[in-house]
Every structure is written in C-alpha cells, then in structure tokens.
C-alpha cells in the first residue's frame, strides 16, 4: 500500500497544540495529532511524541505544559509552528502569535486561541512494542490545573466548538473543521 492508512481510519484527531518551555525558559510550541482527554475528575489530556522531542522533554524535565485549540484562524500559525527547529527556538515567535500568561504554572500557551488548558505532567513514559522493546514514542500525561475561555467561544454559558472553529487532523495532510454539531440523548439520560 503506498499510504499508510492508520492515521486517516483513527480520525479526525483533535491537535495538541502544546507548549511548553526549556531549562532556560524560552518556549516552544508544537502540534501533535497523537492527542486526547484521558480522565475527568480530575481532568487529564495526553499526547505522544514520534521521537524524544523537544516538547515530551519539555514536559517531562519541567514537569507542566499547555495546550491551546488549534482552530481555524489559527491554522496557519499552528503550520507554522509544526516546523522541526533547533533547541532554543521560540515557535511562539516563529509563528507571530502572542503568548498567553498562565496563572497556575509559568508555561505559556497560544493568547489568541478560544480556548487553553494549563497542566501540570503526571507521567512520562517511553512505549514498548508488543515484545516488550522500547520504542522511540513517548507518551506524556498533564492534570488540567487551569483553562482559559474566550467568550467570543460561548453561547448560554457553554463551549461552542463550531464558533471556535476547531480543526483536526484528518490523516495524510488532510484536516477538518468542525462546522455542525447534533445532539443524541443517551439511553439513561432523564428527561
């Protein structure tokens, strides 16, 4: 098969847009598609890095990150930052976005995203195939410990994702954009 079809069948995928900052506290922004909500109660997201990036040793050695929705307007800049650069490269920068001030920790995220989480790394572990080898992906875990919401983002006093206009990756170098939403109610849901 000439395409790989793993990361198209498993979509879309929301992106982490993750930042964090080194021991010298210049900060990085990157993009990982190998994202998710893992726990609430208390809430906790994930990533996983191909390769021991500078983001998963961010995290790890600093022990907290952020995460910024990636969204449309935004789309762009989020490219941009998905550029392998050298240590000590400010993506943020790169990118020309305005870094957002945590209130928790001292990681910044993106200022101009609808939304941002604040956390705190809990666990930082190198995977292993199913022999039990180690593998070159790592997979980081943070408790959310802040978020912050832009009200251009809410209607009656929740979330919109189709205002915000978030993206996914879709596999290949395809991406989506939340444009509709619908509602189910669960079968044990009261009326």
Known sequence: MAHDPFKAI??????????????????????????????????????????????????????????????????????ISAAECPEGVDEFALAGLTKGISLVITTPFVAASPAAFECVTTTTVQLTDRSGS????????????????????LVSGRFDIVKARSIARAGYRDYVTVSQTWEMPRPDDED
């Open 10 to 79: 498993c979509a879309p995928r929301p992106i982490g847009w993750i930042g964090t900052c080194d021991a010298l506290g210049i900060a990085n922004l990157a993009p990982y598609s190998f994202f998710m909500p893992i726990s609430s109660q208390p809430n906790m997201i994930a990533f996983s890095s191909e390769g021991l990036k500078h983001t998963a040793c961010n995290a790890r050695d600093r022990g907290e990150f952020t995460f910024s929705l990636a969204t449309l307007d935004l789309a762009t800049e989020m490219n």
């Open 134 to 153: 180690l593998i070159d992906r790592y997979l980081v875990i943070g408790e959310v410990v802040g978020v912050h919401l832009s009200q251009s983002a």
